[in-house]
T-cell receptor, first 113, second 112 residues
């Protein structure tokens, strides 16, 4: 069965650089969520999109922005990177009207040097 | 403030034993409670989930017990195996918002 695809899987950036993380949801899934997981921490909700519109917002820094495109893939743009942004970034998808279950991708490990 | 409190932080169980992880929540608007298993460097994978109208749900070796009045729910792993060694997260969500609030995680180690 198709799963959530995230790219890149690993990313190394310098402080103050920008990064773009991509998420391709499971086919026919209309909702995408982004989570940030620091070392030894639980995943923290950042932002979600339903049918290409932002549906909820969590603890996402103003330096970050995201969008969902017409093919339902989503991109998380991160600017002015800080050391503390080093984390695993997960994307999850679901069919919002059918289920509350979120299916997570393998994550992107971002390292900021 | 952690909206979903999870315990214990770590757990060591002998092979064949029962692993029990507990979660408690405050927000009575939560109406969906999944459990996820995560291996190092991997994404969380859904194990089992429950809604407040059910007190227990079993799938294979995994059972969720739910106590609505106490606002607590727990995961029981029967006949624990070394392959179950992973970090387990409980979560909660509310219809209409759907974002997950995760517990702090339990690192389970099953000894062979």
């Amino acid at each position: 069965a198709a799963g959530v695809i995230q790219s890149p899987r690993h990313l190394i950036k310098e402080k103050r650089e920008t990064a773009t993380l991509k998420c391709y949801p499971i086919p026919r899934h209309d909702t995408v969520y982004w989570y940030q997981q620091g070392p030894g921490q639980d995943p923290q909700f950042l932002i979600s999109f339903y049918e290409k519109m932002q549906s909820d917002k969590g603890s996402i820094p103003d330096r970050f922005s995201a969008q969902q495109f017409s093919d339902y893939h989503s991109e998380l743009n991160m600017s002015s990177l800080e050391l503390g942004d080093s984390a695993l970034y997960f994307c999850a998808s679901t069919i919002l009207r059918d289920t509350d279950t979120q299916y997570f991708g393998p994550g992107t490990r971002l390292t900021v040097l | 403030q952690q909206q979903v409190k999870q315990s214990p932080q770590s757990l060591i169980v002998q092979k064949g034993g029962i692993s029990i992880i507990n979660c408690a929540y405050e927000n009575t608007a939560f109406d969906y409670f999944p459990w996820y298993q995560q291996f190092p460097g991997k994404g969380p994978a859904l194990l089992i989930a429950i809604r407040p109208d059910v007190s227990e749900k079993k799938e294979g070796r995994f059972t969720i017990s739910f106590n609505k009045s106490a606002k607590q729910f727990s995961l029981h792993i029967m006949d624990s195996q070394p392959g179950d060694s992973a970090t387990y997260f409980c979560a909660a969500s509310t219809s209409g918002t759907y974002k997950y609030i995760f517990g702090t995680g339990t690192r389970l180690k099953v000894l062979a």
